[in-house]
């Protein structure tokens, strides 16, 4: 249906509620056929009024009520303000229906009856419920009316709230549980929505809602929190005690938005902090005497419901302080009892690692909550740099922590924390790909997890006491680096304190002899058969990596090498594939460093890479294999030309890994940078790589594929023609060449890649325009001018720059008339004559140098070029050739660059040799004017090398291409070939006076002689500019 036709459109309630009640059908037919119709009618106006009042009709079947007020919630919100769907009695309406859906009880429903009503339910079940989607709803659109059109939203909430909460604990008469609940879990939503308001208005009513709620929330939680107190193992299971921390929890939420949006915009926040420090203490030690005393029993569901409810309640106050001390740091560790309540935290840590492993657990019936655990820590560790025994000013911290505290802290988290805990072995068993997987992503998961959260609080405790940790680190090694552990328990604590050292690495380097310890210990241990040798090996390998890449030690020491390497083949008892992963990972780490001695690597150069290529063929989740792949890329792209004579063993299994990734992209990519190092780092022997290069670009810019891979199929393409010397094939296999019609076919089609389209193009040019232009030519020129015709400025700059490219080196037999067949040479003097004031400066100009260029390369291929586009335009040639000629002296002075200037100059000069009267009749004047520009310019960069005072002779400013010239290939053999093509350019070879000289001969002899020239064209110029001409022309 037209978008006109909906507008005139009549909504009918009653189609609507019967489309409606389709689309809630069980019956998947009904719901397709209403779907289509649903999306229309829900576009007339008055019919979000229509879905707001059929889902709060208690009359109507859940489902339908459902499926409304999701449809409402989904559409309308976002067209809230628009007059085209609500008038304002509508919107008032609305209003007033979602106050009065805050005693929806659609959880509670009688299932009496039928099994048919049965399953409606626990369809329902996974359906948003109405109650659910009416506070969203409201939260919304508080956004948009609180408080101008919507003044008494927030009294009539807090009236629901204190009516009830009043009634349910001063006994002053019946109340509603759930009118009390949505109403809190509704004004919650309004504070999250409107919170998060940037605009002024935005701002403005959110203070508006500051002012209304600060004092009166704070106030219902104290009435709410007392009845918290009475709470023990035999209340726990009573609904009241759930009831009272499910209200306490939601009033605390709404507290903790106020205060968070206020904690920039109010200075004072002492009070409440400090009144949430103590309730926080006395939560947490509530709850674990409730836990502790749970743990003889068996729970029923109404006391892990309360469990539930007050662990989350303890974990919000942790939120809270940890959203403040992100806020501000400073801030957060002046205020009142801050340094008692981080050290009480503290001090649950220190409790739980004295209890036995099954009270830490990440569930909510735990005594010590994992998350719970990561708070305290969090907590600790982003205060402990405003504890540091000297400030920032020098001065020394009264505030410091005791050497005591700090080495027990070390101790605490070396042996109980940081240390490999049944589980974590149990899922390196049960799945070791992913255990490594998770553990690589550790710079992600410490705020989630104890292990690598202690590991964090332990760098940031070494950072700030040094001077204490560091020497406990330095004698806890020496007292164990010469033991031989073999029971578990030795290795998993030896493992622990590698760990410590490796997270240290930066301030124990100078303590650590790295390289007595790595020949000494790590090696023998590397090597070690016991069958719980993996849990330390692993620690070994990325130890290494880890103390190389931090820069603690130069990666130019054959021992490292010896072990990454064992640790990456051995496959015999004391190993397993967790070492292996981590070994291969080390690697890259270790060889991406500053550091890194390409000579010292070379000999464990193929045994590394035959194992890397053989463990990405052992890995049986592509995660894994992206991993080694990429650890492998960097290994190939750092050996160099060293990586030659393993071409062959890397390239092999490619295909096979290609075909068998399916639509794993990043794997996929992964491959494709693997043969794209291959070829860089093999440069002219990649020849042979093509026969690759060929097929998976292809399939790279295939449907699905494309927009996932054409970015990396593009680098790899161009890198293959940048370090290429024949785009032919070898050996009956497919060369560069067959890729060149989906070059052409990119260019024309894909402008958002038309860029780097436009220098893989350049790339084949360099290396064969002959051949490309023999098989090609005109199809090419038009992919140039479809291209063009759509592209923006900057791109058809750029493909005129690649044409005068072509022109420069390709003869013209080659591109003359496949310019013509194509349109493209007319579409260059459109741009000059019809588009003249519609073009850029600079496209214009370079246009002027493309048409220079092609004079030069051919005078005669370009009159017949002009004469045959004026017929086939059906335009005059005279007025062709004033509009080019015009142009041509109108930016001349907008050529920037000297060279050019002389590429324009000698451009001229040759269309001057053709006899053209359009030509000649400017000779006296803009030419002569031009070439003299030219001379004067190239004297004076000679005048001033002569005189250079410096004893070495100047490099003519002019004589160096420009940075862009090279397109970045820099390193390539492409960059070789411009360079050559620079080199040889008749432009800057070409003696100007000389060149301009022959010319003007040339031009008597198109005239009849001399005399004729001077009579017909040199007569009226003027004397003085003629002299110079010939002064110029003579070498005087």
């Not at 726990?236 to 005690?241: A, D, F, K």
Request: with cysteine; net charge negative.
């Amino acid at each position: 249906m037209s978008h006109t036709g909906a507008r005139s459109e009549t909504l009918s309630p009653e189609e609507l509620y019967d489309v409606v009640a389709r689309a809630a059908s069980q019956d998947p037919a009904q719901v397709q056929a209403s779907t289509t119709r649903l999306k229309e009618i829900i576009q007339l106006f008055g019919a979000y009024d229509t879905l707001h009042e059929i889902a709060a009709q208690r009359t109507v079947p859940l489902a339908v009520r459902q499926q409304s007020i999701i449809q409402f919630k989904n559409a309308a919100v976002a067209h809230w303000k628009s007059r085209k769907y609500l008038s304002d009695e509508q919107r008032t309406r609305i209003r007033a229906r979602c106050l009065a859906l805050l005693d929806e009880p659609d959880d509670v429903v009688s299932v009496s009856g039928s099994v048919e009503r049965l399953q409606v339910i626990l369809i329902l079940m996974v359906l948003l419920k109405i109650a659910d989607c009416n506070e969203y709803i409201i939260g919304r659109i508080a956004r948009h009316d609180f408080p101008l059109n919507w003044p008494n939203l927030v009294p009539d909430l807090m009236e629901i709230i204190n009516f009830n909460l009043e009634a349910r604990y001063k006994a002053a008469g019946p109340y509603s549980a759930v009118r009390l609940r949505r109403s809190l879990e509704t004004l919650n939503a309004i504070a999250k929505e409107m919170g998060s308001a940037k605009l002024p208005s935005g701002v403005k009513a959110m203070g508006s809602l500051v002012e209304q709620l600060q004092v009166p929330l704070q106030n219902n939680y104290i009435t709410i929190s007392t009845s918290f107190m009475s709470i023990n193992p035999s209340t726990i299971n009573l609904i009241g005690t759930s009831e009272d921390l499910l209200f306490g929890h939601l009033l605390f939420k709404c507290i903790v938005k106020v205060a968070v949006w206020t904690w920039n915009r109010v200075v004072n926040h002492k009070q409440l902090f400090q009144a949430s420090a103590l309730q926080l203490r006395t939560l947490s030690e509530l709850r674990i005497e409730l836990l502790l005393s749970l743990q003889a029993t068996s729970a029923d569901v109404l006391s892990l419901r309360s469990v539930d409810i007050l662990t989350r309640h303890v974990r919000l106050f942790g939120k809270f302080f940890r959203r403040l001390q992100q806020l501000s740091i400073p801030r957060f560790v002046k205020l009142p009892m801050c340094t008692d309540l981080v050290l009480y935290y503290w001090s649950k840590v220190v409790q739980a690692s004295d209890t036995p492993a099954a009270y830490i657990a990440d569930t909510a019936s735990a005594v010590f909550p994992v998350r719970f655990l990561v708070q305290a820590m969090v907590l600790f560790k982003e205060s402990l740099p405003q504890w540091a025994p000297v400030k920032r000013d020098g001065t020394q911290n009264a505030q410091a922590l005791s050497k005591e505290f700090v080495e027990d802290a070390v101790r605490l988290l070396v042996t109980r924390f940081i240390p490999l805990n049944p589980e974590d072995l149990e899922e390196w068993m049960a799945d070791p790909e992913g255990w490594v997987n998770v553990e690589e992503q550790d710079n992600e998961q410490w705020v989630f997890e104890v292990r690598p959260c202690a590991e964090r609080v332990l760098m940031t405790l070494a950072n700030n006491y040094a001077a204490d940790v560091v020497p406990l680190l330095e004698t806890t090694f020496k007292q164990v680096v010469g033991q031989h552990p073999t029971d578990l328990p030795g290795v998993i604590q030896r493992e622990a304190l590698y760990c410590a050292i490796g997270r240290c690495a930066h301030r124990m380097k100078k303590v650590i002899p790295f390289e007595q310890w790595l020949s000494h210990t790590l090696v023998p241990e590397a090597q070690e058969m016991n069958p719980s040798y993996p849990i330390l090996k692993r620690r070994i390998a990325w130890l290494i990596g880890k103390w190389i890449s931090d820069m603690c030690y130069p990666a130019n020491n054959p021992t490292l090498w010896q072990i990454l390497l064992y640790l990456l083949q051995d496959r015999g008892p004391g190993t397993d594939e967790v070492v292996r992963l981590t070994a291969a990972i080390s690697l890259r780490e270790c060889v991406d460093s500053l550091e890194f001695e390409v000579d010292t690597f070379a000999p464990f150069l193929a045994g590394i890479v035959s194992e890397m290529v053989r463990l990405i063929g052992e890995a049986e989740t592509l995660e894994s294999k992206r991993r080694i792949s990429s650890s492998l890329n960097t290994i190939i792209e750092r050996a160099g030309t060293r990586i030659v004579p393993l071409v062959g063993m890397v390239a092999e299994p490619l295909p096979h890994l290609w075909t068998t990734a399916g639509e794993d992209w990043l794997f996929k990519s992964s491959l494709l940078e693997t043969l794209t190092n291959l070829i860089k780092s093999s440069k002219e022997h990649s020849v042979s790589l093509s026969n690759l290069v060929v097929p998976l670009v292809r399939d790279s810019f295939s449907p699905g594929a494309q927009q996932n891979l054409d970015e990396d199929a593009l680098i790899l393409w161009q890198a293959a023609l940048r370090d290429t010397i024949t785009i032919e094939g070898v050996n009956g296999g497919a060369g560069l060449i067959d890729l060149f019609p989906l070059a052409i076919s990119l260019q024309s089609e894909n402008l958002d890649l038309l860029g780097k389209i436009m220098n893989i193009i350049e790339s084949y040019i360099l290396l064969d325009a002959l051949q490309i232009l023999q098989r090609i030519a005109v199809d090419m020129f038009r992919a140039f001018l479809q291209a063009m015709n759509q592209a923006t400025e900057i791109n058809v700059m750029h493909m005129a720059t690649s044409l005068t490219l072509i022109a420069q080196v390709a003869p013209s037999s080659q591109w003359g008339e496949a310019l013509h067949v194509s349109g493209l040479f007319a579409f260059i003097l459109k741009i000059l004559t019809d588009e003249g004031d519609k073009a850029s400066t600079a496209l214009l100009t370079e246009c002027i140098y493309l048409l220079a260029r092609m004079a030069i390369s051919d005078k005669q291929m370009f009159l017949q070029l002009m004469s045959a586009t004026a017929q086939s335009q059906d335009i005059a040639e005279t007025k062709l050739w004033e509009v080019a000629l015009d142009q041509w002296w109108t930016r001349f002075d907008n050529m920037s660059e000297p060279r050019l200037r002389k590429l324009a100059a000698m451009g001229i000069a040759t269309l001057v040799s053709t006899g053209r009267p359009e030509v000649l009749g400017r000779l006296s004047t803009e030419i002569c004017n031009l070439w003299l520009d030219v001379f004067s310019e190239i004297k004076e960069s000679l005048k001033s090398s002569e005189n250079d005072s410096t004893g070495s002779p100047l490099t003519l400013y002019w004589d160096k291409p420009l940075d862009s010239f090279y397109q970045d290939s820099e390193g390539t053999l492409e960059y070789q070939r411009r360079k050559a093509l620079f080199d040889n350019d008749p432009v800057r070879t070409t003696q100007l006076t000389e060149f301009i000289a022959a010319r003007v001969q040339e031009a008597e002899v198109a005239c009849g002689g001399s005399a004729n020239l001077q009579t017909l064209y040199l007569s009226k110029a003027d004397p003085l500019v003629l002299k110079q001409i010939q002064a110029e022309l003579i070498g005087r």
